[in-house]
């Protein structure tokens, strides 16, 4: 077992020393603009502050993962893995094997291939990696350590040797220290390897090795090719081992050996660069000339101390704390904002462009549902979230996928054929010609392609929501940083291209003057008339489209058009429960004319969260969803986490919420899917929709007021910081155990009007511009007293009893 202490100071001397230092990332212009303006009138302390960095580092010292057994989970599972993780949004790495081999399994986000067998298109696909032996017999212990604040692993084999490994937050690079623990020479062997084609069928991706004498350095090639979209994604895993003189060895086709001498104390380093990309004609050299130029003390140390200061600002963006019972909740939170900074916030310099698909970690040759993006809300999930997190430097690269597939998405929205397999068995009009807009399939891949395979309806699920969900992380982005480029140059074409999709798909019912959507229930292949998410979908496009419209000044005729389709839209449709707990109360239900029924995975949930399509401040609506949950939802399966997350928007009770996901994801034993991992983790990063059930039970912004601590436990202290929120704010607050707000500060980034819930109902709160008193117009609304007043830029807002 690994010394939590071992290297803690050092640890901290460099991140201290770090904190200046800045890591280049290439960014799209319109995105940019926006970082650069939130970074400009970010409060000082969000990425200097010693004092706030030592707070918050003990915070997640405390939330510590160790391993001192192997996992039980394969590490070629085809769901996601249990081990230590790494990665920068291109890269992205675990550490796997058995008590005596360290294994670094390595995919990226851009390998993707043909399947030709079932006449799939593409899938995701595992790359390869590299990993540490020793034959020697020793009496060492075995353990790995993941280290939350520096993203570094240290681990221990029984063969009797140590590492410590550490993946670039900027670079394709991946460094690891060995060190003999023993007293006497170990002979240690580093395989380098790539992952053979996923299916005997694909005879033209290649893998291969090869080795540079003149420097000691082995790699191993791999090229995922698609003949269907006249691509491949060439890449090489390159590996020096610094100031040893090496024995080269070609194992096979996909494998190569570098073999050396370690002293009894001796330490070495281990450097491997992970280079290519999409056509990529010089990824073996790239691949070694990274390495090359990683092969001193001083520049690994300055890259180093580059990775260790991107963590640092990454975790100074915002932060919570919890109390008491909560402490768990707090675990999970900071695990699965550690597996969001690998996958999604870190931008290497080499970066793939695309956003992290649903299984990222992984040697497995063809991951579940193609490793793709799942449209159906869940690769949006850890997309949304993360932006309520304040870290939005992951949107540029899910806005290219989705641009890449817009064109596509015409295509099929233009075709009756595809129309009428969309709808078959619905009673949908038949169509005789396509319609305006875009529609999405549930499963797509990069660079504008398709995984699903079945050509027909069920590429779509009879869903024609997905187009909605696709802009959900983009919706969201837009109104909380307030990208007036990004929504003028790319959201707000999207949002006009979906509202006219849903002008043409929409049925008018002249006997109940009321439109229709004929679609399916989520999942399923029952068709009914009015699916409560197709019909939250179709009001989110159309509410986003008006307000982006509004925002820009734009296209007035066509904003009064949708406010009109808006009024004469289906309701959502109610049923009164008709035996068991609950009889005769009224909750929503999947579609019209379906009884109320007991849920594994409803639209209900998916749509009052997701398409914000309900709020606390619905107070009937509201009561709906809760009695939803109560009485129809079924917690004991993987989708509790989705359950949650809506429960607590609509004000559920917390301790109830918290015991169920306590019962059925912390507690039990992780399974190869579902289960939570020992590193806070849990089997896809759709499962980060968790921060969205913390951020929404403190602090809410989305009914056009902000709301803090609105569905939290007056019995225990709490605290966030710089939580984003609708209209370009940054929120602190904290409370005290009797669930009384003791400080509220908010951080005005565009200078927008700002609307706040009282958090002393009854008492008039003094609102303060930069420690100067202004005034405030009160009202009220279902919840009670608001308080509104304008804003500068860059100026902090503090409410006081």
Same mark, same amino acid.
């Given at each position: ?81 249990? =081990?230590? *993780?790494?990665?920068? =949004? ?41 990993? #540490? ?11 790995? %350590? ?54 005997? !069928?694909?005879? #033209? ?27 491949? !994604? ?39 660069? $992970?280079?290519? =990309? ?20 001083? $520049? ?53 462009? *695309? ?9 497995? +040759? ?71 807009? $875009? ?32 802009? !959900? ?40 003057? %009321? ?17 409560? *998410? ?11 489209? #008006? ?36 009889? =005769? ?31 606390? @401040? ?6 709906? $969803? %809760? ?91 709490? @605290? ?45 709160? %003094? !609102? ?5 008193? #202004? @005034? ?18 860059? +100026? ?6």
């Amino acid at each position: 077992m690994i010394d939590p202490a071992r290297d803690f100071t050092r640890r901290r001397v460099l991140s201290v020393l770090a904190g200046g230092i800045a890591a280049g990332v290439a960014w799209p212009t319109a995105v940019a603009a926006a970082r650069c303006a939130q970074e400009a009138t970010a409060p000082a302390k969000s990425t200097t502050d010693a004092s706030e960095w030592a707070a918050l580092s003990a915070v997640l010292d405390s939330h510590q993962v160790a391993y001192d057994a192997p996992s039980t989970i394969s590490n070629t599972t085809s769901f996601s893995p249990d =081990g230590p *993780l790494m990665g920068n =949004g291109t890269v992205l790495a675990f550490m796997g094997g058995d008590r005596r081999t360290q294994r670094i399994h390595i995919s990226r986000t851009d390998m993707w291939e043909d399947m030709s067998a079932s006449n799939r298109d593409v899938h995701f696909t595992g790359f390869g990696g590299f990993s #540490i032996s020793s034959a020697t017999t020793t009496d060492g212990v075995f353990g790995y %350590r993941q280290d939350l604040p520096t993203a570094q692993l240290t681990a221990v084999s029984e063969a009797g040797f140590r590492t410590r490994t550490w993946l670039s937050a900027v670079e394709n690079l991946i460094v690891s220290e060995i060190s003999n623990s023993t007293a006497r020479e170990l002979g240690v062997d580093v395989l380098i390897w790539t992952m053979p084609p996923s299916s005997s !069928v694909n005879t #033209i991706t290649t893998t291969s090795t090869g080795h540079d004498a003149a420097h000691g350095i082995a790699y191993a090639t791999k090229e995922a090719r698609s003949d269907k979209y006249d691509w491949s !994604v060439n890449a090489a895993v390159a590996v020096r081992v610094l100031k040893k003189t090496t024995t080269y060895t070609t194992v096979d086709a996909s494998t190569s050996k570098l073999s050396f001498k370690l002293a009894a104390g001796e330490t070495v380093t281990l450097v491997a660069a $992970v280079e290519g =990309g999409k056509d990529s004609p010089t990824y073996v050299q790239d691949a070694t000339a990274t390495v090359l130029a990683r092969s001193n003390a001083s $520049v690994l140390a300055s890259a180093e101390g580059t990775h260790r200061a991107w963590w640092q600002r990454y975790w100074m963006k915002s932060h919570i704390q919890l109390a008491g019972q909560s402490r768990t909740l707090e675990r999970l939170y900071y695990g699965q904002l550690y597996q969001l900074g690998c996958a999604l916030a870190a931008q290497s310099e080499h970066n793939a462009g *695309l956003a992290t698909a649903l299984f990222p970690w992984t040697a497995h +040759a063809n991951p579940a549902w193609q490793g793709d993006y799942t449209m159906n809300t869940d690769v949006q999930r850890p997309m949304h979230v993360s932006v309520g997190a304040n870290r939005t430097d992951h949107i540029a690269n899910y806005s290219r996928v989705m641009e890449d597939f817009w064109e596509v998405g015409r295509s099929l929205a233009s075709d009756p054929a595809v129309l009428n397999d969309l709808v078959r068995g619905t009673g949908h009009p038949t169509f005789t010609t396509g319609i305006r807009g $875009v529609l999405f399939p549930t499963h797509i891949g990069p660079w504008g392609s398709r995984t699903e395979y079945f050509r027909g309806p069920n590429d779509f699920w009879h869903s024609p929501s997905n187009g909605a969900s696709a802009v !959900v992380p983009l919706v969201k982005y837009w109104r909380y940083t307030r990208d007036a480029t990004y929504l003028s140059a790319t959201l707000y074409p999207m949002l006009k291209d979906l509202a006219q999709f849903w002008e043409d798909f929409l049925v008018w019912d002249a006997g109940r003057s %009321r439109y229709v959507v004929y679609g399916a229930t989520f999942e399923t292949a029952s068709q009914h008339h009015n699916p409560i *998410l197709d019909l939250m979908a179709c009001h989110f496009v159309l509410t986003s489209a #008006i307000e982006a419209g509004a925002a820009l000044r734009v296209d007035a005729p066509d904003r009064a058009r949708w406010q009109q389709i808006l009024k004469q839209l289906s309701p959502y449709p109610t049923g009164k429960i008709g035996s068991g707990p609950g009889t =005769g109360v009224t909750t929503f239900v999947e579609a019209d004319g379906v009884a109320p029924k007991s849920y594994n995975n409803p639209e209900v949930i998916h749509g009052t969260y997701f398409f914000n399509a309900i709020g606390m @401040s619905d107070l009937s609506d509201a009561e709906r $969803v %809760r009695s939803f949950i109560t009485y129809l939802q079924t917690w004991n399966s993987d989708k509790a986490m989705r359950a949650a997350v809506a429960a607590t928007t609509v004000g559920a009770d917390i301790t109830k919420l918290v015991d169920s996901i306590s019962a059925n994801i912390i507690n039990p034993a992780p399974g190869d899917w579902v289960g939570m991992r020992n590193n806070h983790t849990y089997g896809d990063i759709g499962a980060s929709i968790y921060l969205g059930f913390v951020h929404n039970s403190l602090l809410q912004s989305d009914e056009g007021f902000v709301h803090v601590f609105p569905n939290w436990y007056k019995d225990q202290q709490a @605290s966030f910081t710089r939580l984003r929120a609708n209209g370009a704010f940054l929120v602190d607050a904290a409370q005290d155990q009797s669930g009384t707000v003791t400080s509220l500060s908010i951080l005005s980034e565009q200078g927008l009007r700002l609307a706040v819930f009282n958090p002393w109902q009854g008492v008039v709160p %003094r !609102v303060y511009e930069n420690g100067v008193q #202004i @005034s405030a117009t009160k009202s009220t609304n279902s919840l009670g007293e608001v308080y509104t007043f304008p804003t500068r830029a860059g +100026a902090t807002y503090a409410l006081k009893r």
